[in-house]
């Protein structure tokens, strides 16, 4: 949810930013891949921050409602990174890759994988959408955008775009960085 590049910016000042001016032929890009289920999962999962670290509210959440949290964070993350970084060149793209037949499906129930394998999309469209946004030649003009199967611009949850709760997010993760 932006922690390691939190940690990284932090941790390597100054570090040198991918922009328009340094890399002419390709404006930065950061695009952050919300996961495969972020088009359902991050409409259940709010932020809630005391349940961002171990203890007994975050005991107290589905696994399901947590992982649909961390995708919430990286819609959220990603906005507020463009935000702060767009007028520097730097392009920061949310998406979601579709729901893509990996082998992650084994973990699931017998059922779940015979379900899965007439419901996800081959291995070989999983990366469609992430090329696109960081090879397209128009991909400059998809900072801010979340991005859906197979690469077109779809709508969060409109509180996934609230620049308040942006920066809420990026001030606790400037906490967690500044304790390690």
Do not use: C
């Amino acid at each position: 949810m932006g922690l390691v590049y939190s940690f990284l910016r932090e941790s390597f000042p100054p570090a040198p930013h991918f922009t328009a001016e340094s890399v002419p032929d390709l404006s930065g890009k950061v695009a952050l891949i919300t996961g495969a289920n972020a088009g359902i999962a991050h409409l259940v999962g709010n932020l809630q921050f005391d349940t961002f670290m171990d203890g007994p509210k975050r005991k107290a959440k589905q696994t399901f409602w947590l992982y649909g949290q961390s995708k919430t964070g990286n819609i959220v993350f990603s906005a507020e990174l463009h935000r702060r970084y767009h007028d520097q060149g730097i392009v920061s793209t949310a998406l979601n890759p579709g729901a893509i037949r990996t082998e992650l499906i084994r973990y699931h129930h017998s059922f779940v994988v015979r379900i899965g394998t007439w419901l996800l999309w081959d291995v070989s469209y999983g990366a469609l959408t992430q090329l696109y946004t960081g090879t397209a030649l128009d991909a400059g003009t998809l900072g801010g955008q979340y991005l859906v199967p197979w690469a077109r611009i779809g709508t969060p949850r409109a509180d996934t775009q609230d620049p308040q709760l942006g920066k809420e997010l990026w001030a606790w993760l400037e906490e967690q960085v500044a304790k390690l």
